[in-house]
């Protein structure tokens, strides 16, 4: 992993952040887009959950989004990662879920992590993969969600991957 940018801050999102953040998602070409009203309540009512990268100016540059799940108050789930071209390659997807995670283990004892990642979306399989590996957690997939679910057209599955047990999160 590159170290990320040493001016780069890790902070929770803001409600003024919610269009920043449906840009990045938008501009990624690889994520679901949600409405921008999704993306103003996601930073509303998720920030305790959410992290946001911001560049020297204070702009958003990178996020992770996702919410401890009601059934099992010890997983995150990780709703969507995104960060700007400009910025890609310099481990801030990385350090974002590293920070977020060491932060929600420390206030909710979070210890483990799922998210769904789509077959050839090769950047999230290997951020997953590599966040695993870095804090010695089992990481397991399984398909949540097959094609046949999605009722607006041709959809790809969404494969679940459990990351557990989170030992050893810290923010580095």
């Known amino acids: 992993m590159t170290a ?11 409600v003024t ?10 501009d990624s070409k690889t994520l679901d887009l949600n409405s921008s009203y999704s993306y103003l309540l996601w930073c509303r ?3 305790g959950t959410s992290a946001v990268a911001r560049g020297a100016g204070g702009e958003p540059v990178g996020f992770v989004t996702g919410y401890v799940r009601p059934d099992r108050p010890h ?5 969507q990662v995104a960060v700007d071209s ?3 390659g310099l481990g ?19 210890t483990e992590v799922e ?16 966040f695993a590996e870095r804090h010695g957690a089992r990481l397991e997939r399984e ?14 599955p969404e494969v679940l991957y459990r990351i557990s047990p989170l030992t050893d999160v810290t923010a580095r």
Not at 17 to 26: E, P, S
Not at 117 to 128: D, H, K, M, Q
């Open 45 to 47: 009512d998720f920030a």
């Open 75 to 79: 997983t995150l789930l990780v709703w």
């Open 143 to 156: 398909v949540l969600f097959p094609t046949e679910l999605f009722p607006d057209g041709p959809h790809d």
């Open 86 to 88: 400009a910025h890609r």
């Open 115 to 130: 998210t769904t990642i789509t077959p050839g979306n090769t950047a999230s399989e290997r951020l997953f993969t590599s």
């Open 17 to 26: 952040d919610g269009a920043a953040l449906w840009r990045l998602a938008k």
């Open 4 to 14: 990320a940018p040493a001016d780069l801050l890790i902070d929770q999102p803001a």
């Open 92 to 110: 801030i997807a990385a350090t974002l879920l590293d920070g977020l995670t060491a932060r929600l283990t420390a206030e909710r004892g979070v």
